[in-house]
């Protein structure tokens, strides 16, 4: 066998366990005189890699789980499987794009409703996202002063690594947290939420905020200057805030 | 980023010395971490899912360290791809050497198997043909993370469903082969091996005689799910009787090396891989007092 016949088998293993009814190639075959048939021994493997990122979107993604029912969910989360299937050893950062699968279920009549669910999904991906991303370094208050005292237009300031943000044309951080407290039942009156999503002191956080203080943070996440966030909104009165709520990780001084 | 590069930056900041494992452990899930921290409950070391743990901060670091600084680690994986034919994935193993390194882990166990191919993660331990021109891949592979790593790789032996007409030796006779090669260490799956003797009629007394012991570092212990005619490597029940036996056999043989419950799926309390542990390990200890009678 050469490197590249080693290379084959591993190639029609991974086709078979992708393709049910594709017939295994490479010269697979059961070990045991008395073993089931290679079809069923695939079918171990295929329920095991299936099931090891469905069981990780459930983990992900528990209050969509509970609003469309574990059948209902199962499905979509082998539709996702089929179209972005797993390309990172860690589970834990599978599923970033579930909304998408969400976004062309919604359009199909059982789901009348349930427009809400790709925001929902979004939410959830980044809850998940603001569990797993670095801390933040301890910010250089001195520093922050001193660039204060120069030129507003060159202090950029960034976002603490864990802090996101989701602007909503529904009310999903409401029907999240509702659901979080075994509220289900409730009827949702539409409306839009800017929501902040972040990390502090090791707790994950989740809050809806007003139009200023969400433009101001959007301003900071695009990159614009001290100066021209003072100039659209209330930035520096509104800084201590920001950062006592660990919403900004740092500044740069641009040269 | 080159293998150099990846090493250098590695090996920059190792704090303690790793502590070795004696006894018989448990492999830690996510959902005992703050119980254990909190009881402190007297288990010699624990095995962490490596992949579970790479989290660059947040609380999931916290109790990892938290872990760490109270009790021995060792860190087992389950996405180096060993044994597959995509490229290394450096930087999948340089976040599991920082964790080693920030653990102390006394040392880190992947699988003889391959997890990815063309890009797509399986999630799952796919077996490989056992021959030479595989064996001088996977020895190559193995030599190279063992590099990144800093320390020797523990290779487990895995359950097999499928197997290939082109494999030219046993399973145990290629770990046997790869630890003269590269120096990794062994780590014997006592449940892997029962499930691919009911499955695939591996004959236990070969396969033990084949294996180079004095490489065996770990023994894992779980509990297999039984369909009837076969048997599935599920880590959701406790160690079965027949596992259990075989146990005895091996720890004869290996009655130094330390011990690890594995349960994944369905995880119980705590306490419920505690009397596994305990089951375990006065079976080891009642080894090792045969084991200094027979001296």
């Known amino acids: ?255 | 980023m080159s293998l150099a590069t990846t090493r250098a930056a590695v090996s920059r900041a190792r704090p303690g010395l790793p502590r070795a494992p004696t006894g018989t452990g448990i492999g830690l899930r996510s959902c005992h971490i703050a119980q254990v921290l909190a009881e402190v409950p007297p288990v010699p070391f624990f095995e962490l899912l490596a992949d579970n743990h790479v989290a660059p901060g947040g609380l999931v670091r916290a109790q990892v360290l938290a872990v760490a600084a109270r009790w021995p680690v060792t860190l087992h994986c389950v996405g180096m791809n060993v044994a597959g034919t995509d490229p290394l994935d450096l930087a999948y193993l340089t976040r599991m050497a920082a964790l080693a390194d920030v653990t102390g882990a006394a040392w880190v166990s992947d699988h003889l198997c391959f997890t990815a191919c063309h890009g797509r993660q399986f999630h799952d331990l796919l077996p490989i043909p056992y021959t030479a021109e595989a064996l001088i891949h996977v020895a190559a592979r193995v030599q190279a993370i063992q590099e990144v790593l800093g320390r020797p790789l523990v290779i487990e032996n895995v359950s097999a469903y499928i197997g290939f007409d082109a494999s030219q030796m046993s399973e145990a006779q290629f770990l046997a082969e790869l630890v003269d090669r590269t120096g990794c260490r062994l780590l014997l799956d006592v449940n892997n091996l029962y499930v691919n003797h009911v499955n695939n009629g591996e004959l236990l007394a070969p396969y033990l005689g084949a294996l180079p012991l004095d490489a065996v570092v770990q023994l894992h212990l779980a509990g297999y799910e039984d369909r009837g005619d076969h048997l599935i490597d599920a880590h959701n029940n406790p160690v079965s009787k027949p596992v259990w036996q075989l146990y005895r056999e091996v720890v004869a043989l290996l009655p130094q090396v330390p011990t690890l419950i594995e349960w994944d799926n369905d995880v119980p309390a705590f306490e419920v891989l505690q009397d596994q542990a305990r089951k375990a390990e006065d079976i080891r200890r009642q080894a090792q007092r045969q084991h200094r009678v027979t001296r």
């Open chain 1, 1 to 255: 066998m050469t490197m590249s016949r080693l290379r084959e088998c591993q190639i029609a293993l991974a086709a078979a366990i992708q393709a049910p009814r594709r017939p295994p190639e490479g010269g697979l075959h059961g070990l045991g005189i008395d073993a089931p048939d290679v079809s069923r021994r695939l079918a171990i493997h295929r329920r095991n890699t299936c099931g090891a990122c469905i069981a990780a979107l459930r983990q992900t993604y528990p209050v969509v789980l509970a609003v469309v029912g574990p059948r209902c969910f199962d499905a979509l989360a082998s539709q996702y499987l089929a179209a972005y299937p797993s390309t990172d050893p860690d589970l834990n950062r599978y599923g970033d794009r579930f909304h998408r699968v969400l976004a062309l279920a919604i359009a199909r009549p059982q789901f009348t409703g349930l427009g809400y669910l790709p925001q929902l999904a979004r939410l959830e991906w980044l809850w998940q996202l603001a569990y797993y991303l670095p801390d933040d370094g301890p910010f250089d208050h001195a520093g922050f002063a001193q660039a204060l005292r120069g030129v507003p237009e060159k202090v950029v300031l960034t976002l603490g690594a864990s802090v996101h943000l989701l602007d909503s044309q529904t009310p999903v951080h409401t029907i999240w947290a509702a659901h979080r407290h075994g509220d289900t039942h409730r009827t949702f009156p539409p409306g839009r939420e800017r929501i902040v999503v972040w990390r502090q002191h090791n707790r994950r956080l989740a809050a809806v905020v007003c139009p200023r203080r969400y433009g101001l943070l959007d301003g900071v996440q695009r990159g614009l200057s001290l100066g021209a966030l003072a100039a659209t909104a209330d930035a520096l009165d509104r800084l201590p805030e920001l950062l006592r709520c660990g919403w900004i990780g740092g500044y740069q001084v641009l040269s």
